[in-house]
């Protein structure tokens, strides 16, 4: 069953810019695993944890550092969530995470598709 759905568009460029202005940021929106990537991808990694928040209801509170994102060489990346995004995770019945996730063109973007177990 299908609880929530989101997408989100980042402009590298200009992403890439606001951390350049915000260092930051980084610290902020990224976990450690993430921080050592290169620029479209934590374009791409911000995108996610959007299109997440927004596959969640987007709901006040939630930590960006409690979302995330791995991807492994030929394999779907995938979503590990704790804390306030777990909570609310669970509060909607939320078993599982679907992401898609590109960047291309100067242009990352996210779907993320947030499944529940049937009833």
Not at 13 to 30: K, V
Not at 47 to 55: F, G, N, P, S, Y
Request: without cysteine; hydrophobic residues 50%; neutral net charge.
């Amino acid at each position: 069953m299908i609880i929530g759905v989101g997408i989100d568009v980042v402009d590298v460029a200009r992403f890439i810019a606001t951390l350049e202005r915000a260092p930051g940021l980084r610290t902020r929106l990224f976990t450690p695993d993430e921080r050592h990537l290169p620029p479209a991808s934590l374009a791409a990694r911000f995108a996610a944890k959007e299109a997440i928040a927004k596959a969640l209801g987007a709901p006040a509170g939630m930590s960006w550092q409690d979302a995330t994102v791995r991807r492994t060489a030929g394999a779907q990346p995938v979503v590990e969530v704790v804390r306030t995004v777990a909570a609310r995770a669970q509060e909607l019945g939320v078993a599982r995470f679907h992401l898609s996730i590109s960047h291309d063109a100067g242009i990352a973007s996210a779907v993320a598709i947030a499944e529940g177990d049937p009833a």
